[in-house]
């Protein structure tokens, strides 16, 4: 199972970035989706939650200006990130809980995509 997130870049502080991670290869069903980040010098810390039936949860820094959604049928994750500001400059991950198979679980990690916030 692969996670493959692109969609980072360099914006402007209130700007807007839309981040995409889809997984691929030998997956029966997708569980709980998230979004991660770790700025320099910092620790890895969660943005956003999404489980297998939308369920969400955020982090209270990014709270009524992210939001993350998901495609089932693409088991893609999405995080669309509004009124950016330079506190959000960091490298973003996915994250997902894969099933395999019946009895099969795993828990995966896309490479990371970089978002940069200038003033």
């Known amino acids: 199972v692969q996670l493959q997130a692109s969609g980072g870049g360099l914006v402007q502080a209130g700007g807007s970035l839309r981040l995409s991670c889809a997984a691929s290869?030998?997956?029966?069903?997708?569980?709980?989706m998230a979004w991660y980040r770790q700025a320099p010098g910092k620790l890895r810390e969660l943005v956003a939650t999404?489980?297998?039936?939308?369920?969400?949860n955020y982090a209270d820094s990014v709270k009524g200006r992210f939001t993350i959604s998901r495609d089932n049928a693409r088991n893609t994750v999405y995080l669309q990130m509004n009124s950016l500001n330079t506190d959000d400059t960091a490298v973003y991950y996915c994250?997902?809980?894969?099933?395999?198979?019946?009895?099969?679980?795993?828990?995966?990690w896309g490479q990371g995509t970089q978002v940069t916030v200038s003033s």
């Open positions: 290869g030998s997956i029966f069903r997708v569980h709980d």
């Open positions: 994250y997902a809980r894969v099933q395999r198979t019946v009895q099969r679980f795993g828990d995966f």
């Open positions: 999404i489980t297998g039936g939308s369920s969400t």
